[in-house]
């Protein structure tokens, strides 16, 4: 065969080539694939990550306030409410949880002078008794001598897919709530 006869065939074949269209969907779809599929599983980790750093707000949210509505506290009604962490926080594992419950006093004018009371914890440590606190900016210096319950909630998340990226991430809250019915709720039980 001529060269000038096998340059017309390769001209036939490449004409051919650009007008078939029967493999363009199938090329397409194996280069979008990965991009797809790395978007839905990260927006669904996404998802599961933000769900529980709200089920983390929600739990120290309702310790804290479940603590302010007491006269006093007794090792077994702190028991009860540290318990009731792993209710907010289901459907998710709370078996590493790190839930805190304290009372601090806050003096009156004073920089120094806010101190722990009492402080309690569920798969933690509690706060030492007459250790110093850092406030908030927002409830320094009152007027009067105030006491203050306060709720810290650690959950260390492990995510399903991204672990090898990201490895455990420790979501954190805090919350401060007003003793409800008294001044301040005096511990009256054994330590916790």
């Known amino acids: 065969m001529r060269p000038a006869a096998k340059l017309?065939?390769?001209r036939s074949l490449l004409r051919r080539f650009a007008k078939d269209r029967q493999g363009v969907s199938a090329v397409?779809?194996?280069?979008?694939?990965?991009?797809?599929?790395?978007?839905?599983?990260?927006s669904a980790e996404l998802g599961e990550?933000?769900?529980?750093q709200f089920k983390v707000t929600e739990t120290a949210r309702t310790v804290t306030d479940l603590a302010s509505q007491y006269i006093s506290l007794t090792s077994s009604s702190m028991s009860s409410i540290l318990g009731a962490s792993s209710t907010v926080v289901s459907p998710y594992p709370s078996g590493s949880?790190?839930?805190?419950?304290?009372?601090?006093?806050?003096?009156?004018n004073a920089?120094?002078?806010?101190?722990?009371?009492?402080s309690c914890s569920l798969n933690?440590?509690?706060?030492?008794?007459?250790?110093a606190v850092a406030l908030p900016s927002n409830l320094q210096n009152p007027s009067s001598t105030?006491?203050?319950?306060?709720?810290?909630?650690?959950?260390?998340?492990?995510?399903?897919?991204?672990?090898?990226?990201?490895?455990?991430i420790t979501m954190n809250q805090t919350?401060?709530?007003?003793?409800?019915?008294?001044?301040?709720i005096p511990w009256s039980g054994a330590s916790c």
């Open 111 to 118: 920089s120094s002078g806010i101190v722990y009371l009492w």
């Open 175 to 184: 919350s401060w709530f007003y003793p409800r019915l008294v001044s301040s």
């Open 124 to 131: 933690g440590t509690k706060r030492t008794v007459g250790s």
């Open 49 to 52: 990550g933000y769900q529980i």
């Open 146 to 168: 105030v006491y203050l319950i306060y709720g810290e909630v650690t959950y260390p998340y492990t995510p399903s897919l991204g672990y090898a990226i990201t490895g455990t």
């Open 28 to 42: 397409e779809f194996a280069v979008v694939l990965p991009f797809m599929l790395l978007l839905y599983i990260g």
């Open 97 to 108: 949880m790190v839930v805190t419950v304290s009372q601090v006093q806050v003096k009156a």
């Open 8 to 10: 017309a065939e390769f």
